[in-house]
Every structure is written in structure tokens, then in C-alpha cells.
């Protein structure tokens, strides 16, 4: 997606004067956003094993402590559903099942070692990000990440099924998504007409927004609660009682609405603080480390994405705004929160609603605080079964088949990583499904003929510097793995000292996808300084597919030659169409000969010909004998033969530069 920068040359800033200025705006942004925050924070916590209030908890504290320390413009800090398999995982690990067959002191005590992990990882998060070392969040291939998200995807569609159909299931990921069909037979039928009606209204919502703009004002989530809501009172949901369906008896009641506080400011009554005596066990560390590691990942690439669409193109600084997120965790684990990132379908929705600064986010919290303070009677008709098939639409949308397709296109060993560590993931846990699938995005490296001496440590050095431009060479291979000592090496000689950047790639034989996408990157951090980033020296490698981000390898590419051989008055003509094709140059040679026909006459005699060469790209060559065959072949003699040649330059042989090779191109001043 793009975004246009609005035509004003002030740069709204999250500051007193901003907060007076842009008021309204913030404030309107903030009520929109918190109206599909409410449901979603609920469900995120009801599905990660803790109390509904715990993700509003975690919402507002964000609000508040994130606005105050992080200098995100607009990223909207709460609980997100890419954390709930950790969430849970945690949960269970200390004898917990969350609100799967009610709030027992088994649940309690795990939640309580739950808020201790957080707490911990909570630290983690501000060290990290005070050491600068938020640039870890660059080392993740990318491939392998937008794996690890397809898995999560699929987990919250295993795990919510059950909820939205009225069924009790447990078990891992793939057991439960085999057990699909024994949920749908087993399940309550008011339950899962209320799940269903649900799923429909997130799936349906936003094709009815494509065409009529008045539905675009009300979001999906909030449909659905203006319709499961009633739905549940139709129900009688708040009382338990039974029902008998073809000779079936279901029970109802309110085990399948949100457990709320059933009095005015009876939140406070939920604030829970950690047990950490939790932390003497030795799993509760790989625990800490998981929320640590995917969280700070998730948070750190949310923010990024969100920079990439802020109308005035702000830039967030990722060691800020981690710390930011680890204050705002170790503050909700405190009162009973569960972990927070910088959310992106919040932060999404934020920038579409207008907002300016960072004081949306505030709003947003405030709004939640007052609702769930004022109101929570009403909250408490919430059933479950709506809130999971919002988070059944969330994790379709992560593991959505247009992910394997866009996958597909950057490169097959793309999508090797991309599957490989999804189903890695699915068979094991979040840390080692990722680690398998950076291992597999290693190996293919090492298969295209990266140096192992290379891999994690990079070959660079200033080969040029005139005082306004310098020419920074890499050597052997620039990968994910030696990515950030580059990027650093980019920044510091380019950004700090406020001079251009040639980065020359023509000494390395090999550059990965993920170091392609981030120079696009690093050449928009550029323009937005005013400085120019240009990346050369990559004639000579060829891309693995026509996608821009693809990865090059140096090496001779196959292109296809075709030599024709006609009478000399159809040169012009067949000279034309291949320079209307594409082609870069050709050749022609006047020569003699005979065709079958000629043969058959006595004596054979040699006519005039011409021999007509070009070297061009398949697409371009699959048109010219098209055009031969349609156009030339009827009315002409002619002859044409077609072969694979090897080029060391294939742009070499494209006109004006193919668009699908197009490289990182110079910044505008």
C-alpha cells in the first residue's frame, strides 16, 4: 500500500502543542480504533488463557506509558493475537487451561507465574532496547518471519473453532485441526449459530465496505457484537438452562459470555500482581525468552510497517520504542495485563481514521478505561463465541493463501523457508520452528554459493569518498545473516555524516531476498534526510524470479536467440518489430541461398537473402515468433530458428530497463 503525504508541510509531532492542535483529530481517531480494540482485547485474552479484563488492562496501560516514552506517532500499543500462542503455551506449562472448563485456583496460580514471565521478559525488553540493540529485529529473514505468522495463524484458527461452535477441545495444533469434523457434529447449536453468524459478518463486512463507503465507518468487530449480543439474550445466555434439538439436550448459560466484574468500577477488584517465586522454575526462562524474542520481533516489525504508511512519513526510533513497550509490559504484568506489542491492524486502522499523533493511542485507552469502569454489566453479554470468530478472521488473515502466493512470486527457495518454517512451527513451538527455518534459509545459501566465512561476517570497505558521495563496496555475499553490520556501516558513514551513499554489490556473487526488500528500505531513509542511496554494481547478477525483491545471483543468465532468414524487402519490417518488442540491437547479414522449393527447380540457383540475429527476453521472444506466425509467415517466405544462449548482463538486452528488474533506484534530493 501507498500513501500520499498530505499536502502540508507541517509535521503533526505528539507533543504539548500537538496534543492542543490535533485534539479533535486524535480524539475521533481514538474513539474509532477503540471500538474494534474492546472486542479484540477481549478475545485475545480469553484465547491466551487469562481473564477477559487482562487485555484491557494491557491496552490501557499502553496508552498511557507508551505515549509518554515512545515517539511512535502512530502505532497503537495492546495485547495481539500473534502473542496468544505463547500466551497460552505459558499458561498451561504452569497447570493451567484458561476459561476452558472455568476459573479454577489452577488457573489462577498459573496466571499469577504467567504476570511473572511477563515481568521479566518485560526487563528484558527495556535492556534491550537501552543497549540500541533494537536492529536485531533486522537479522529475522523475512521469508522465515511471515512463516512463523502463517503458523500462529493456523494455531488461532485450531483453537477457536471450538469456542465459536460451544465445544471443550484441547490438545496441540495439528490433533485439533484434525478433530475439525468431530467439532462441527458435537457442536451446541445456539452456540454455533452465534460463531457462524460472526464468522460470516468478518468475512462478509468488508466486501459490503468495498461498495457502499457509509459501512466503512462501522468496523467488522463491532457488527459483530451489535449482533451476537442480542443473538445471546435471544438465547438467554445469562441463565442457565437447557434445550433439546433432535433429540439432543445442550446446555447454555454463563459460561459462554465474557466473565466481567458485575459492578460499577468493579475492575479494580480485578488487579492481580505476579507470583514470582514462579521464576525459580527452570521452564519458566524459555518462557521468558519466547515472549521476549517473538514479542520484541512482532513489536519492532509492527512499527516498521506503520512507518512505511505514515502520511508525513515519520520515523520511529526502534530502541525508543521498545523500551517503550517494555515499561508498558512490566507496568500491566504488575496489575494483571498480558504482554503488549505495537499492534499493526490497530495502528492500520488509526492511520485510516485520521489520527495525527501519538495521542490517538492515549484516547484509545482512556475510552476502554471508562468502559470497562462504567459499563462492565453490558460487557459481561459479550458471548465468547463472537469474540472467537473475530480471532478466527485474524488468523485466516495470517495464514492467508495470497501469503504463499506473494511467497511464490519473490522465489521458490522463498517458499521453501516460508513453508518449512510454518510447518515447523506447527509441529514443535514458535523458537525452534524459527531457528529451522533460519537453518534452511542458511543451507540454501551455502547451495548458492555463499562462503562460509561470509555468511555472518560481512566484506566490506570504503573504496570512494569525494566529501558528498562515498562508494561503500561489499564483497562475497550481503544475506540476512551480515546484514546488520552493513546496514550500520550505511548509516553511520551515509546518515550521521550526512553524505550519499553508492552501495556497490558487483564483488559479491550472491544478495538474498531479505537484504533486497531492506535496501528499499534504507534508500527511503535517505530521501526522507534529503541524502541519496544508490545501489550499483548488479548488472551481473541475475535475479531468481521477475520479482523486484528477489534474490541475485552473480552468474550468466539464459536468454533466447532468434535468427531469421528472408528476402532482404522484409528487413525493415521485421527489424521494426523486434525494437517495438524490446530488443536492444541486431544484426543483419546480406547473404545467398536456396529453400526446399528452390531445390526442386534445375538448375538450383541461389537467390538473394538476408539473416536477421537478436538476443531477447523469453516474454519478448514468445511475441516476436508469435507476430512471425500470425503476421509474416502467410504473406512471406521465411525461416526462423530459436535458441538458449548464455549473457552475463540480462538488462543488457531489455529497453529502457524492465520494470520487474528494476533495481533500488536514487533517492530525490
Not at 499469577?112 to 532496547?129: C, D, H, K, N
Not at 506447527?426 to 562460509?452: E, M, R, S, Y
Amino acid at each position: 500500500m501507498t500513501t500520499t503525504t498530505p499536502q502540508t508541510s507541517e509535521v503533526p509531532r505528539g507533543n504539548l502543542a500537538g496534543f492542543k492542535k490535533y485534539f479533535k483529530q486524535d480524539f475521533i481517531s481514538g474513539l474509532l480504533v477503540f471500538l474494534i480494540a474492546l472486542p479484540l482485547c477481549l478475545g485475545i485474552s480469553i484465547a491466551s488463557g487469562y481473564p477477559p479484563i487482562a487485555g484491557i488492562f494491557t491496552a490501557i496501560v499502553g496508552s498511557v506509558v507508551a505515549t509518554l516514552i515512545s515517539n511512535s506517532e502512530l502505532t497503537i500499543k495492546g495485547p495481539a493475537a500473534g502473542l496468544i500462542v505463547i500466551a497460552i503455551g505459558c499458561i498451561e506449562s504452569f497447570g493451567g487451561d484458561g476459561m476452558a472448563g472455568g476459573w479454577s485456583a489452577n488457573d489462577v496460580d498459573a496466571y499469577r507465574a504467567a504476570l511473572a514471565v511477563g515481568v521479566a521478559a518485560a526487563v528484558l525488553q527495556v535492556a534491550f532496547g537501552f543497549f540500541r540493540a533494537g536492529i536485531l529485529g533486522e537479522f529475522f529473514p523475512i521469508s522465515a518471519v511471515h512463516g512463523m505468522l502463517a503458523a500462529i495463524g493456523v494455531i488461532i484458527i485450531a483453537k477457536q473453532i471450538p469456542v465459536a461452535l460451544g465445544v471443550t477441545a484441547s490438545g496441540d495444533p495439528v490433533t485439533m485441526l484434525r478433530e475439525i469434523p468431530h467439532y462441527l457434529a458435537s457442536a451446541n447449536p445456539a452456540i454455533a449459530t452465534i460463531g457462524g453468524t460472526s464468522i460470516l459478518i468478518m468475512f462478509l463486512w468488508p466486501m459490503i465496505g468495498k461498495k457502499f463507503k457509509l459501512a466503512k465507518v462501522f468496523p467488522s468487530p463491532m457488527i459483530v457484537l451489535l449482533v451476537a449480543v442480542p443473538m445471546g439474550m435471544f438465547f438467554d445466555l445469562m441463565h442457565e438452562h437447557s434445550y433439546v434439538l433432535q433429540n439432543h439436550q445442550y446446555q447454555l448459560g454463563e459460561n459462554y459470555l465474557v466473565a466481567m466484574p458485575d459492578r460499577v468500577f468493579g475492575m479494580f477488584d480485578q488487579i492481580t500482581t505476579p507470583d514470582f517465586s514462579a521464576l525459580q522454575q527452570p521452564k519458566a526462562w524459555s518462557w521468558v525468552f519466547m515472549f521476549f524474542v517473538i514479542g520484541s520481533l512482532e513489536s519492532l516489525l509492527s512499527a516498521k510497517a506503520i512507518d512505511l504508511i505514515d502520511p508525513w512519513r515519520r520515523k520511529t526510533n526502534m530502541d525508543r520504542d521498545i523500551v517503550a513497550v517494555g515499561c508498558g509490559n512490566l507496568c500491566a504484568a504488575m496489575v494483571g495485563g498480558m504482554p503488549m506489542i505495537s499492534e499493526i491492524v490497530r495502528s492500520k486502522a488509526n492511520i485510516d481514521n485520521g489520527a495525527r499523533t501519538r495521542f490517538a493511542d492515549f484516547w484509545h485507552g482512556m475510552f476502554l478505561l471508562s468502559c470497562v469502569a462504567m459499563i462492565p454489566m453490558v460487557l459481561h453479554r459479550i458471548p465468547m463465541a463472537a469474540l472467537a470468530a473475530m480471532l478466527i478472521y485474524t488468523g485466516f488473515r495470517l495464514a492467508h493463501p495470497s501469503e504463499f502466493m506473494n511467497v511464490w512470486r519473490i522465489g521458490r527457495e522463498q517458499l521453501a523457508i516460508f513453508t518449512v518454517t510454518m510447518v515447523a512451527v506447527l509441529a514443535t513451538d514458535l523458537l525452534i520452528g524459527i531457528a529451522i527455518g533460519i537453518a534452511t534459509k542458511v543451507v540454501i545459501h551455502l547451495a548458492n554459493g555463499v562462503p562460509l566465512r561470509s555468511l555472518f561476517k560481512p566484506e566490506i570497505e570504503v573504496a570512494d569518498d569525494d566529501g558528498q558521495t562515498i562508494r561503500i563496496v561489499a564483497y562475497k555475499s550481503a544475506v540476512f545473516s551480515n546484514w546488520i553490520p552493513i546496514r550500520r556501516q550505511i548509516e553511520q558513514l551515509g546518515l550521521v555524516e550526512r553524505k550519499n551513499v553508492d552501495f556497490d554489490l558487483s564483488e559479491t556473487k550472491f544478495v538474498d531476498h531479505s537484504v533486497m526488500d531492506k535496501l528499499h528500505e534504507v534508500s527511503d531513509d535517505f530521501s526522507q534526510q534529503g541524502l541519496v542511496f544508490r545501489v550499483i554494481g548488479l548488472d551481473e547478477h541475475q535475479p531468481l524470479t521477475n520479482h523486484e525483491h528477489a534474490a541475485r545471483r552473480k552468474g550468466l543468465c539464459t536468454l533466447r536467440r532468434i535468427t531469421i532468414m528472408t528476402a532482404p524487402e522484409n528487413e525493415s519490417m521485421l527489424v521494426n518489430q523486434c525494437i517495438q518488442l524490446g530488443a536492444t540491437g541486431y544484426t543483419t547479414t546480406p547473404c545467398r541461398g536456396v529453400g526446399k522449393h528452390l531445390l526442386e527447380q534445375t538448375p538450383v540457383q541461389a537467390i538473394p537473402q538476408v539473416r536477421i540475429e537478436v538476443i531477447m527476453i523469453q516474454t519478448a521472444c514468445n511475441e516476436m515468433l508469435d507476430f512471425l506466425r500470425r503476421e509474416v509467415q502467410p504473406h512471406h517466405r521465411l525461416t526462423f530458428v530459436v535458441e538458449n544462449v548464455q549473457v552475463a548482463r540480462e538488462n543488457a538486452f531489455v529497453a529502457n530497463g524492465d520494470p520487474s528488474k528494476t533495481l533500488v533506484k536514487a533517492s530525490a534530493v
